[in-house]
């Protein structure tokens, strides 16, 4: 899709593009991330997975053997964090301190430990420039929690996918099945649930949807039909730099 129909605004008009953000908030299992991939490939845009960083965060605490108590810890790793989402291929890879670390990251355990550091406000400060100075040069597409209310504000059009907590549990089960992965199904669900109580109601950043962002449900909606009403508010308001898309 994104090769037959991309813009190549790197050569037709990275200019109009530079410093465009578009955020896309939601919780786990809503479908944001596909859904700005396929964003980011189709506008030609940068993308990241804001996720991804506290993801980065949360395995550097579990993998590094660190003295002091744990919000120090995570204060710390988020500050000195060198990360990089970049697209190998098909497939957007996350690079930690020079190591492909994609797959690990989806780790469940990783996956938690996110949602603790994420409620963290020193790491949430520490990780914010990281994210404003993504676009400056391109336009970039962010998926993340709190990227239209907190990151960027100010962006002139704003995205929030939901779907029923239920829903969201079985496409995390489809998901790691597809993977192969091994899961003991209660206490996926339980862990779902309580990072969604976690990341609504933390007092740093919590999930919500921006007041001017525009709301999906995606429970009856594949990934195509999603894009496709994404697309066409993308065209409404950014018409002068994605009229082709």
Request: glycine letters at 8%; aromatic letters at 6%.
């Amino acid at each position: 899709m994104g090769a037959e129909k991309g813009l190549g605004l790197k050569e037709k008009s990275s200019r109009k593009s530079a410093g465009i953000v578009i955020p896309i908030d939601g919780p786990a299992g809503s479908g944001k991330s596909t859904a700005a991939k396929r964003i980011a490939e189709r506008l030609d845009f940068d993308y990241l997975e804001s996720g991804a960083l506290y993801r980065a965060v949360g395995y550097r605490v579990l993998r590094k053997n660190q003295e002091g108590d744990f919000e120090n810890r995570a204060v710390d790793s988020a500050r000195d964090l060198r990360f990089e989402c970049r697209k190998e291929g098909s497939v957007w890879r996350n690079i930690l301190d020079g190591e492909d670390v994609t797959d690990a990251l989806r780790d469940e355990e990783i996956s938690d430990m996110a949602s603790r550091v994420s409620a963290i406000p020193g790491v949430r400060a520490a990780l914010l420039d990281f994210q404003r100075n993504f676009g400056r040069k391109r336009g970039a597409v962010i998926d993340g929690r709190d990227i239209g209310t907190v990151v960027f504000p100010e962006a002139r059009l704003k995205f929030f996918l939901d779907a029923d907590i239920e829903v969201r549990i079985q496409r995390r089960f489809a998901e790691l099945k597809a993977r192969g992965v091994s899961f003991d199904t209660d206490r996926l669900r339980e862990d779902l649930k309580r990072r969604d109580e976690r990341d609504r109601h933390r007092s740093s950043a919590p999930l919500r949807k921006a007041e001017d962002a525009v709301e999906i449900k995606t429970n009856n909606m594949g990934v195509d039909q999603v894009l496709e009403v994404m697309l066409e508010k993308l065209r409404l308001v950014y018409g002068e730099v994605i009229e082709d898309a």
